[in-house]
């Protein structure tokens, strides 16, 4: 089957399609009871991500039960600091737990073993092979900037100043962290398109909490040099970028990465989405996956609202953010019988 099949892929071809295709972030979760399952018999999460089997079983429980036209690779972005040796630890209810890489001395304690990840590209394989023809299968990466949120300080706090604080101080440093990161990206993008992604999609969640010029800096730059290696390598692949909160600075990124395509948070304007990113871009986004938790009803009216405003342009049905795990399961039912009927 040729690829424009797929309608996902369509949407970036520029190829109108009966309805908006549609897929979530996070919709391998723990929202479904089947993925607690397979998580309760795994030694870990690292360990999900690393066996090929069960990685490719969680990728495909969402498109077994909802039937959504893209499938995201089970896997995680601190993968990459994990595969420079850099020890990374999930705690429950507490989140990712990583040792720092705060100086010149600990980046150059790094060393990059891509042989690492070979468990993430033979769970790829695996999950093309099976999954549905007209499904599209979409692997992802952490963006340097999110990566070195964690990396720098070890844990999230949401706001990330000591990360900022590094990046005014010591500059050279921070510069040759996050190239570091920004190559390592580019390859494990690759490998995965190699491995059978038809689609990538670049995580920069925490890019909101910087000002106009560290934007520029940290998140266009690198993200535009990613952008650059991975076109080089596999032309025709779309790239979609996901920086998160950066409100009117969507403009800007969407222009200078050279991404094909935004996935918008759901604060930023329909109206304003439509007016300034669609013209150059395919826009995904951006129901407000609380709304999506919390009131059925009201989801669903959002829903409809948001495919009124952007769905007779590039354009692909997905949330603000991931499905959060107290997501009743029902709700997901009900958005996707609602986008399956021809929304
Ligand atoms: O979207 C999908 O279904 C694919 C899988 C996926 C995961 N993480 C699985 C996961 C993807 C695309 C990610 C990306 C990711 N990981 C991001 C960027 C997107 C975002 O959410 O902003 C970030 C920042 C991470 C780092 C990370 N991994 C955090 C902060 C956490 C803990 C948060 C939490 O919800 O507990 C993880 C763990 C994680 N990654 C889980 C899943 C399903 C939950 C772990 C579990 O099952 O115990």
Not at 224 to 243: D, L, T, Y
């Amino acid at each position: 089957m040729t690829t424009l099949s797929k309608p996902l892929l369509n949407a970036f071809r520029k190829v109108g399609t009966q309805r908006p295709p549609f897929w979530f972030m996070r919709q391998a979760g723990r929202y479904l009871p089947e993925y607690r399952e397979v998580r309760a018999q795994s030694s870990g999460f690292l360990d999900m991500c690393y066996s090929p089997d069960k990685a490719s079983e969680v990728t495909l429980q969402p498109i077994r039960r909802f039937g959504m036209d893209g499938a995201i690779i089970f896997s995680d972005i601190l993968v990459i600091p994990h595969a420079l040796g850099v020890e990374v630890r999930f705690e429950e209810k507490i989140g990712p737990q990583l040792a720092p890489v705060a100086s010149q001395a600990q980046l150059d304690g790094l060393e990059w073993r891509p042989e690492k990840l070979a468990p993430v590209y033979e769970a790829l394989r695996r999950t093309r092979a099976v999954l549905p023809a007209q499904t599209a299968l979409i692997g992802f990466a952490g963006a340097p900037w999110t990566l070195a949120c964690y990396a720098v300080q070890g844990k999230s706090d949401k706001e990330f100043q000591s990360v900022r604080a590094i990046a005014l101080k010591d500059k050279p440093f921070f510069a040759r962290l996050l190239a570091l990161f920004a190559d390592c990206v580019a390859q494990h993008a690759v490998a995965q398109v190699k491995a059978g992604a038809d689609i990538i999609q670049l995580f920069d969640s925490w890019s909101g909490v910087l000002s106009e010029a560290e934007f520029e800096e940290w998140v266009v730059a690198p993200t535009a040099a990613i952008v650059a290696e991975i076109r080089a390598a596999c032309p025709g692949v779309p790239i979609v970028g996901f920086p998160r909160q950066a409100g009117t600075k969507y403009k800007n990124y969407a222009a200078r990465t050279g991404v094909d395509g935004v996935n918008i948070d759901a604060s930023v304007s329909l109206e304003w989405a439509r007016r300034e990113l669609q013209d150059g871009c395919v826009v995904q986004g951006n129901l407000d996956p609380l709304l999506l938790a919390e009131d059925r009803e009201g989801a669903l009216a959002q829903a409809k609202k948001i495919i009124s405003v952007l769905a007779d342009k590039p354009f692909v049905f997905n949330l603000g953010h991931g499905i959060l795990p107290h997501t009743p399961v029902e709700n997901v039912q009900a958005l996707c019988d609602f986008l399956k009927s021809g929304a």
